[in-house]
């Protein structure tokens, strides 16, 4: 083969990488819910097939952040699923006691749970409807 | 109250009802993917924090359809994780032996190994680009 045709090869081959490089690894942000109770709130991360001790939690005042990994499958057929590194940060719904959080992994959910600053204060339902009486 | 002021408050509750169920669980299509080895295809779903007493598998042809669920999340503040039944029927990449599948979780991940119906050959590394001899 003569120079030209060898250049547009290499060119062709340089652009066929960038492409796989594109349809590589499906970016990663998992999927949170925050739940609450009277004293604490709980956030929930969906991180299946993740490592616990791949696993980062950082708090910096309003927000959390989490962060982790999993690696790519090999010899992929057909693929769907994000792999590789994630980091998300998640602000609270209301403000938690500094550095509070416990952290545990079952069956791929991530729950944090950080107790609030200010815990709400539980009204039994058979009080709801009825004024609140001076004593 | 007057019996108009009622019926109004009767029919916003009833709208509000309408809005909360349409902003209810996020449909839920677990991610997948498919794998292979010389004798067997992998297929992994995503199914963080299902139960796997909850989880159905069931072969037909050349499809497998697998189905689940998982409680919706109680007193939510944020929510983004889906929640609820899935159900997913995904075609096999290449013929498999009938009821050859072996699931297994872990971590969230639901996994299952079908014996191909066709193994490919396995060609160690070292003789690729030497051209096959005659015996």
């Known amino acids: 083969m003569n120079e030209p045709v060898l250049a547009r090869l290499h060119h062709l081959m340089t652009l066929?990488?960038?492409?796989?490089?594109?349809?590589?690894?499906?970016?990663?942000?998992?999927?949170?819910?925050?739940?609450?109770?009277?004293?604490?709130l709980c956030l929930h991360l969906d991180v299946p097939g993740v490592d616990a001790g791949s696993l980062e939690v950082h708090e910096d005042g309003d927000t959390v952040t989490?962060?982790?990994?999993?690696p790519a499958p090999e010899r992929l057929r057909r693929g769907e699923r994000p792999s590789g590194v994630f980091?998300?940060?998640?602000?609270f719904p209301e403000a938690v006691?500094?550095?509070?959080?416990q952290?545990?992994?079952?069956?791929?959910?991530?729950?944090?749970?950080?107790?609030?600053r200010h815990p709400?204060?539980?009204?039994?339902?058979s009080d709801l409807g009825r004024a609140p009486q001076e004593e």
Chains 1, 2 share one sequence.
């Open 16 to 40: 066929r990488e960038e492409v796989e490089t594109l349809a590589g690894p499906v970016p990663w942000s998992p999927a949170a819910d925050w739940t609450d109770d009277d004293a604490h």
């Open 97 to 101: 006691r500094p550095q509070s959080g």
């Open 66 to 70: 989490v962060a982790g990994q999993r």
């Open 120 to 125: 709400t204060i539980s009204v039994p339902s």
């Open 103 to 116: 952290a545990s992994l079952v069956h791929g959910v991530l729950t944090i749970r950080f107790e609030k």
């Open 87 to 91: 980091r998300r940060t998640l602000s």
